[in-house]
């Protein structure tokens, strides 16, 4: 007689003292055999969770089971958490660290306006800021400015150089995806030189933009953009080995414009695209 079938007429303690082995030992191959041995309903839901980790390779278990909500699974939390740790589907988080400012110049540095907003609608607060991307034989250099509310990047730009170029084309990328009145609109970054340059000041004055910068030295005052740059990182740049600038180029615009804006859950938005978002708040921006 087993184990498995004294339990009812013998407390498990008694059993395992009867058949000579440790409770701990006991509970270890009951657990080894239970993941061994899923049930149907297991396999169907851990078949899905595969398939949104192709679609999605660094969503977390809370991500996935919103996801497989989605797609007409109804299934805990706590049990998509076990199934994607029980098949190795859990991310692994890679650290990095990039410096991309250069805050010793002469230029104008201005107030941080942003530590204090309290934002309650799209373009009250856009955070902007500048990442590299490493290419076989190079670097590239990625600016973007992502719209707080609704967590949307709203412009980008790809180049070869970091300079006042670069962080331009994102902004008038940006400027480009609005196309509204942008009054009180607060525009935030750090404070490298491509930022406090005349050029890029000049734009955002004649847009009636208010210009904010973080304190030196202080990443946390620009949180909302370092985020940014970690989820693409982790979810695009560090899933690949870009060639050229081409590859580059594709990847990233693939990644921002079909994935991160319109397809991505983002738990500060309901588990919403920034795009699907943004079609509730009745405004007449168009996605």
Request: with cysteine; hydrophobic share 35%; charged share 25%.
């Amino acid at each position: 007689m087993s184990i498995l079938e004294c339990r009812g007429s013998l407390p498990v303690s008694r059993a395992v003292e009867l058949m000579g082995v440790s409770r701990s030992g006991y509970y270890r191959w009951l657990h080894t055999r239970n993941m061994i041995q899923p049930t149907e309903s297991d396999l169907l839901i851990t078949e899905e969770i595969q398939r949104i980790a192709l679609d999605y390779p660094r969503y977390g278990y809370r991500r996935a089971w919103v996801e497989l909500g989605n797609r007409g699974f109804i299934v805990s939390r706590k049990k998509v958490y076990m199934l994607m740790r029980q098949y190795n589907l859990l991310c692994v988080r890679r650290r990095y660290r990039v410096c991309t400012t250069d805050s010793n110049h002469d230029k104008p540095v201005y107030e941080n306006l942003a530590g204090g907003m309290r934002v309650s609608g799209i373009n009250q607060l856009w955070v902007a800021d500048i990442t590299y991307i490493q290419l076989s034989r190079e670097f590239v250099y990625l600016a973007v400015v992502i719209d707080v509310y609704s967590r949307r990047c709203v412009g980008w730009q790809l180049s070869h150089s970091i300079d006042t170029r670069l962080t331009l084309g994102a902004l008038h990328n940006a400027l480009e995806t609005r196309r509204t009145e942008l009054g009180g609109l607060v525009h935030h970054s750090d404070q490298g030189v491509q930022y406090a340059s005349k050029e890029y000041v000049e734009c955002l004055l004649e847009h009636g933009i208010r210009v904010s910068m973080s304190r030196r030295g202080n990443p946390y005052d620009n949180a909302f953009a370092e985020s940014f740059m970690k989820t693409l990182k982790y979810e695009e740049v560090y899933l690949n080995e870009y060639e050229t600038f081409k590859d580059a180029m594709e990847n990233i615009e693939r990644f921002i414009d079909e994935v991160y804006n319109q397809k991505r859950l983002h738990s500060s938005i309901g588990y919403q695209s920034p795009i699907e978002y943004e079609k509730t708040l009745n405004t007449n921006i168009v996605p």
